[in-house]
């Protein structure tokens, strides 16, 4: 009696969520098959069309999914994927929805969308593998410069917190809409990190990634503003402001964490917009980093009255260059958007005789790339 | 001429995520009127039946959208809603689809659905508010009993990290199925803490939720398991192991934070599954725990034959309540359906006269109710 009031129990708990939630039909998507075809259900009795959409289709537009007789569309990838984290969409009806059996969905800017990952070469890089996980943190710190509490993400290397040293700072930029998660989510950072620490590739180093719009506090949803609806249009971006306020993060990092507390132990790098603040935060403060990374970086022009920060660039170059940093690195990919500016950039740097490592890839302005990049970055660091 | 090319840069910049969603139409949803209706908006030119399903219908059933001459629906809740954070998903032709125009998802178990807030009153609490912040770190730890890493969500107060002090800890611990991050996303546990103890209300303490479902090194997405599809049929939830192995939980927080290492710094509290999991071990290590809370908790007999820590139950509560716990806490909902189980307990507890606070709630197995109880709780502790 008492047995089977108990399991009358346990499968209410179990059945709870399954009730509350009218869930579909029990189907697996996406299935990733054994020979990396991926392929991707959704059942929808109703609809008259279901496509797909996602940065691993070769063809102009969505894909269509087939009708089953069970009400279930599908769609199999033509060829094996190659190895990387891939995000989708589904269309129906010509309505954008994410896969309700998916409950994996990054957020990027003010887009959702499901995302699934292959393993294998470069990209076991991005899996949570069998290794020794370091700690990411959500964090806020006052900014004396801006006179506002803001958010940023940390991450300490596995065996940081029972350690005496002093470790290394990777400070790691986003791009022009993004935000203090996006490096973390998107750019598996943290993934990257731990997987190349593991393998000996990587020192053990201290990640940090902050706000780079500095009209917020921090990301939307983890703000005093609550939920809204995010826009990649934010003020003050790219005005001098985060460049002329960033010693404030490296002031709080060193007073809050065992770093190295010297140029040679800490490196900055960002993508798009943050390469654009790497490249001015860099030179501006020429004593703070000995290695610069500029991933796909939007190389602007044309901003001398927007900031003094953006003033007496070369002059500026010439002194960062005659401290002879470590590493300047340039990356981009060969369909990129702002490849000419970089192009133009490098043209420049190399009549003045200045040092850079470069690292050119297929494709664009993409995610891809900029996992790709940190994943080539961070082992030269701090060497 | 420099000028109206970095004009581009920045528009092509601002619109990269825009060109490659396809994303819909401007329009937003959900938009909490000033009397705290709310309007729920969705573009679907091509559907036939646009429904509502969420947590704040008082209803029988989802509520229908009509549809105006743009192609866009509309729901228009008929009476303003109580502050409280809700949750919803739309039924597109019977097709459940998440909000595309709100980008703010939670997932619970094997289920992801929009959410938004309501200000006011208690909901107050769970919302991000310009007071000094704590730190959410996700961090891994070796357990010695399960011989596995595995991952916990910790909460540090604001101030711990430049402080000296010790604090102390209270122990959260999540529902079936659910893992060690529902009491951070649905349960708002560092929104509550934030609050609380900015308005004085609560002491600073460190709150760790571990991850419950032993057969789990982390939540599902963040293990070597990859992305799978979640269930919450999971193994050895119920079995006495989480209750055997705490101590390992409670030995790493000790000695890698600042904490009170006294029983009368350590409290434990769960919901559902985790009041279950806290009831009995709350009273398999007597002197562990000061401060007992069982929210909407499984309280089940006849598991004797499953683990040693099932037995003896009424020997174990005699020696824990000799020692004279300084708080322990029932609460539940009116209809939750536990709520007999419950009431065979506080009758137990009154036949001995152990002392306990109980506090009863509307409505039934819901994360509203443990946000409430969390936030009766948490004033009660370590004073």
Redesign the interface.
């Known amino acids: 009696m008492?047995?089977l009031?108990?399991l009358a129990?346990?499968l209410?708990?179990?059945l709870?969520?399954?009730a509350?939630?009218?869930?579909?039909k029990e189907i697996?998507s996406p299935e990733i098959n054994p020979d990396n075809t991926v392929t991707f259900r959704?059942?929808?009795?109703?609809?008259t069309k279901v496509q797909i959409?996602g940065d691993f289709l070769t063809t102009q537009g969505p894909s269509d999914l087939t009708k089953g007789s069970d009400g279930i569309w599908e769609f199999k990838t033509p060829a094996p994927l190659k190895p990387e984290l891939y995000n989708y969409?589904f269309l129906?009806?010509?309505?954008?929805?994410?896969d309700?059996?998916?409950?994996?969905?990054i957020?990027?800017?003010?887009?959702?969308?499901n995302?699934?990952?292959i393993?294998g070469d470069r990209a076991d890089l991005y899996?949570?593998?069998?290794v020794?996980?370091g700690?990411?943190?959500?964090?806020?710190y006052e900014s004396p410069t801006l006179k506002m509490?803001r958010?940023m993400t940390i991450y300490t290397p596995?065996g940081y917190?029972?350690s005496k040293k002093r470790y290394p700072v990777l400070y790691l930029l986003h791009?022009?809409?993004n935000d203090e998660e996006g490096w973390i989510t998107l750019g598996r950072a943290a993934q990257i990190l731990d997987n190349l620490i593991a393998q000996g590739k990587a020192k053990p180093m201290i990640v940090v990634m902050p706000n780079g719009n500095v009209a917020q506090e921090?990301a939307?949803?983890?703000?005093?503003l609550?939920?809204y609806?995010?826009t990649?249009?934010l003020p003050k971006t790219?005005e001098g402001s985060m460049e002329k306020s960033f010693p404030d993060i490296v002031n709080f990092i060193d007073s809050?964490y065992r770093t190295i507390k010297a140029k040679s132990g800490r490196a900055i790098a960002g993508l798009?917009?943050g390469g654009f603040h790497s490249y001015h935060i860099s030179k501006e403060y020429p004593d703070l980093f000995d290695y610069v990374g500029l991933f796909s970086a939007?190389i602007?022009?044309?901003?001398e009255n927007d900031s003094p920060v953006y003033q007496d660039s070369e002059a500026k170059l010439k002194t960062q260059f005659a401290k002879n940093p470590k590493l300047y690195y340039i990356a981009i990919g060969k369909t990129d958007?702002?490849y000419k500016?970089n192009e133009a950039y490098r043209k420049l740097l190399d009549e003045k005789g200045y040092k850079y490592i470069y690292y050119e890839s297929e494709e664009g302005?993409l995610w891809k790339n900029w996992r790709i990049y940190l994943s080539e970055f961070a082992p030269m660091l701090f060497k």
């Open positions: 008492k047995k009031f108990l129990v346990l209410q708990l179990s709870l969520s399954f509350q939630q009218g869930r579909a697996i959704l059942n929808a009795p109703n609809a959409t969409s129906v009806d010509g309505l954008k929805m994410n309700p059996n998916n409950v994996y969905l957020r990027d800017v003010a887009n959702v969308f995302v699934f990952l393993g899996k949570i593998n069998k020794a996980h700690t990411v943190s959500r964090r806020w509490a958010r596995a917190e029972s791009g022009m809409g921090a939307p949803g983890e703000s005093s609550g939920y609806k995010p990649s249009q790219m809050n798009s917009m939007a602007l022009s044309g901003r958007f702002l500016g302005h």
